[in-house]
């Protein structure tokens, strides 16, 4: 039995947290290309889907993620991007509007707002994913504190349901 795998000699399938986690990291890369590169979301997605999630590559396989979840988030992120935008600016220090921060934070508010938006994921899930996410890329930075603060606003305007005592 070679390693990464079980007695029937097959890899284990990743849990459900992993492929939560996978979907919402490519979202937040599918929404960054989105804007870096002009091009629509179901091409983004179909790209996404073919070559990346689970994809078969030189140096191995890219991981698997929950392809709904993926689909929702870039989905909903499109839909509501407006909404979206609006409560991230509001979030925000009046200085810096969501038009000047870093693309990838762009990218992980909007990410993050497309699952605020509906009431699937807990709000306080929601935060803690992304925070997480925020930490894989900026592992040195301030990022993730002021990930955590912006998200934790949204969280409140957005489901103010869900932290009612």
């Known amino acids: 039995m070679s390693q990464g795998t079980n007695e ?3 890899a284990p399938k990743p849990d459900r ?17 989105m804007e870096a590169s002009s091009q629509g979301a179901d091409r983004i997605q179909q790209e996404f889907l073919t070559y990346r999630i689970g994809a078969e590559h030189e140096d191995g396989r890219s ?4 392809e709904r979840l993926f689909g929702r ?9 407006s909404r979206i935008d609006q409560a991230t600016d509001r979030a925000l220090v009046a ?14 508010f909007r990410a993050a707002g497309a699952e605020l ?5 807990p709000p306080k899930v929601v935060i803690a994913e992304y ?5 894989a890329f900026f592992p040195d930075g301030r990022e993730p504190k002021f990930v955590n603060a912006v998200l934790d606003h949204m969280a409140r305007e957005m ?7």
């Open 131 to 135: 925070v997480r996410l925020s930490e």
């Open 117 to 121: 938006v509906t009431p699937k994921t």
């Open 63 to 66: 991981a698997d993620a929950d």
């Open 8 to 10: 029937m000699g097959m």
């Open 17 to 33: 947290r992993a492929l939560s986690a996978a979907a919402r990291l490519y979202a937040v890369q599918a929404l960054f290309q």
């Open 73 to 81: 988030i870039v989905d909903d992120a499109v839909t509501w991007q």
């Open 95 to 108: 200085k810096w509007p969501i038009d000047r921060i870093d693309p990838v934070l762009r990218a992980l």
């Open 159 to 165: 489901r103010a349901d869900a932290f009612k005592a």
